[in-house]
């Protein structure tokens, strides 16, 4: 018999779910109403940890919103409400990790770096993006700015907490920083393509990635050699530089747009030349090639957070393959699957269960993708 399960696992679930039990079937969310109490008991699930294997005829307490206990035979104070969850499943809230949901205009393609903007003080509570993601499960997801710029805007991860009014309702407290760059035919198309600017190739963007670190790596010494007295002013403020100076200390991770091969390892020779060992690439359609790259990058490696089975929709996105997340998983990278698109966000359970056919991923290898 198993009283209640660590509580760290309790202390995790309850950072993933938030609303643990928006992922179990339509019947049990319409008696997990809204306006249900702080206090109630659910018994007699399958829950589905991820972490720490699975339990059967599993019950979870909630004490004041938050999951207080998880396991079996559980107990609760007189006067709390039960749901009998017989027959029913539970797991972790799923985690979007690459969404444009809540926001519009998602490019600031005025100039080809924009740190200085971020999305989270523009994020719409009203969207119904929101309120389609939590049916389908997703509790949390990382909203990004677009991919236009060599160099774009400030990330926002956010809570879908919808019904609240304002952006910073749904912003999660205590999430990392991060902020967006892009490789590839987005930024030579726009700057290249239409305003004969730079990028106009692959060699431009790496160009435009280098000088703005580098910019930033100036900035920085001069706020240092200010505080330190060996300089008479302080450098002019700049928000676009302190973002960057961010990503040099590390307390601003880069999620970076990429497709090719080349050009993912391109960037992690540009960020590594500037000491930068936090970095997710988004897509990485041809991650595979290149997994132990990526796995060895830094000292604890590269994320990746990929599509399922999604490419050859534009030509520099020809050649990827369904094993990827499986491939890019089993060489050692943290690796997630996301919807990108504001309502594919509804079934990324079944994009993650496509591991288990394409690579052979265990259940719970396959679920830890989206959680």
Request: hydrophobic residues 40%; negative net charge; without cysteine.
């Amino acid at each position: 018999m198993m009283s209640a399960l660590p509580s760290r696992l309790s202390s995790a679930l309850g950072i993933l779910l938030g609303a643990l039990l928006i992922a179990t079937p339509a019947t049990a969310q319409d008696r997990l109403r809204a306006d249900a109490p702080d206090d109630w008991l659910i018994q007699d699930a399958t829950i589905l940890t991820v972490t720490n294997g699975t339990i059967e005829n599993g019950d979870i307490l909630v004490r004041d919103g938050d999951i207080a206990e998880v396991g079996q035979d559980l107990s609760a104070s007189s006067g709390v409400e039960t749901y009998d969850a017989s027959g029913e499943y539970v797991m972790p809230g799923i985690i979007d990790a690459h969404q444009h949901f809540g926001i519009s205009n998602v490019n600031e393609a005025t100039n080809q770096v924009t740190a200085e903007v971020g999305v989270g003080d523009v994020l719409d509570p009203y969207d119904v993006g929101l309120y389609r993601g939590l049916a389908g499960g997703v509790t949390a997801a990382h909203v990004m700015h677009g991919s236009a710029n060599p160099i774009g805007g400030q990330n926002e991860t956010i809570k879908l907490r919808y019904g609240e009014t304002t952006p910073d309702a749904l912003k999660m407290d205590g999430a990392p920083r991060t902020v967006k760059f892009a490789l590839g035919e987005n930024p030579t198309g726009i700057y290249g393509g239409r305003r004969d600017q730079q990028p106009g190739t692959r060699m431009g963007v790496e160009q435009v990635i280098r000088d703005a670190l580098t910019n930033a790596q100036r900035y920085r010494e001069a706020k240092q050699a200010y505080q330190s007295g060996d300089r008479e002013r302080p450098p002019e403020h700049s928000e676009r530089m302190e973002v960057l100076a961010g990503v040099l200390s590390g307390d601003v991770i880069v999620h970076a747009h990429s497709y090719r091969a080349d050009e993912i390892v391109m960037l992690m020779n540009v960020l590594e030349d500037f000491g930068v060992e936090d970095l997710v690439l988004q897509h990485v359609n041809e991650g595979f090639k290149v997994a132990p790259e990526i796995a060895a990058f830094g000292d604890d490696g590269a994320g990746a957070s990929v599509f399922s089975d999604w490419w050859a929709y534009k030509f520099e996105v020809y050649y990827s393959t369904a094993y990827n997340a499986a491939i890019l998983t089993e060489n050692g990278v943290r690796t997630s699957i996301n919807s990108d698109i504001p309502g594919e966000q509804r079934d990324l359970y079944l994009q993650a269960a496509k591991t288990m056919r394409y690579g052979d991923l265990s259940e719970t290898e396959a679920l830890s993708l989206i959680t």
